[in-house]
């Protein structure tokens, strides 16, 4: 969260132990991110000390805040795409790069809660000439060590010229994540699965002791994971950013 409140602007600071006092800067880039108060907020990422301190706010996936910030990024052009000079000798001079992140996107009605199960993250390949995928090698951090800026007109020079030669490698870098991909989507259903079964199991025993919980619930809670499974059987792949490194 971090990371996103530094990439809009965010002023943090340490407020407590699993707590941050944010505010708005003066560089904040979009003066729509759903921070909640022109003059800050407090923020916890835990449950208990949230239920104790009616002056902060409690911080998961479905929070407002996380949600809006997430939208911002995913519909935004901010930081899309990028061209930078790494320096590594290891690389012969020219050696071409590409670092594509991908998102699990799932379009769902918000009721479903399927943020819960399926939640932005990012998905990362890191592909050299030869399409081999370096990305469990190197590490966005290690490489974000080796790298210099380019300048815009530079940038936009080289990727007009290269278009023709980065799209197929684009195309492959798909085919690269897809399997991950899968993963995360099996993973999003199986837990999804598992929490609508252990939620019918507590209905149905309670069903049992108190005439209330209707038969109509548990019809309910079916078709609400039936529904679920269904739409994160339909999650696609979004390629959210490109950065092009050129060996110098």
């Known amino acids: 969260m971090e990371t996103l409140f530094d990439a809009f602007g965010i002023d943090s600071e340490d407020h407590s132990e699993n707590a941050l006092i ?4 003066e560089k904040m880039l979009d003066a729509s991110f759903p921070l909640g108060d022109d003059e800050g907020v407090t923020i916890t990422y835990d449950r208990n000390q949230a239920l104790s301190r009616e002056d902060m706010q409690f911080i ?10 997430m939208d911002l990024v995913l ?8 061209v930078a000079l790494i320096k590594n000798k290891a690389l012969k001079p020219g050696t071409v790069l590409l670092e594509l992140i ?17 939640p932005p993250a990012a998905l990362r390949c890191l592909l050299d000439p030869n399409g081999n995928d370096l990305s469990g090698r190197v590490s966005f951090n290690t490489l974000n060590d080796q790298l210099e800026s380019v300048p815009r007109a530079s940038a936009n ?4 010229a290269q278009r ?8 492959a870098g798909e085919e690269k994540i897809a399997p991950k991909h899968a993963e995360r989507v099996a993973e999003a259903q199986r837990r999804l699965a598992a929490d609508t079964e252990e939620e019918l199991a507590r209905l149905t ?5 108190n005439p209330t919980v ?3 619930e548990l019809v309910a809670l079916r078709t609400q994971r039936e529904q679920g499974l269904a739409m994160l059987e339909k999650a696609a792949l979004r390629l959210e950013a490109i950065r092009v490194l050129v060996a110098g």
Not at 22 to 25: A, E, F, G, Q, V
Not at 75 to 82: D, I, K, L, P
Not at 157 to 160: G, L, R, T
Request: net charge positive; glycine share 8%.
């Open 75 to 82: 519909s935004g052009s901010m930081g899309n795409t990028a």
């Open 205 to 209: 025993a309670l069903q049992a002791v």
């Open 214 to 216: 209707r038969d109509s």
């Open 102 to 118: 991908y998102v699990s996107e799932v379009v769902a009605p918000r009721s479903l809660q399927l943020g819960r199960y399926l």
């Open 60 to 69: 998961t996936w479905e929070h407002p805040m996380v949600q809006g910030g």
């Open 157 to 160: 020079k080289f990727i007009q």
């Open 22 to 25: 944010l505010k708005p800067s």
């Open 164 to 171: 023709d030669l980065l799209t197929p490698r684009i195309n």
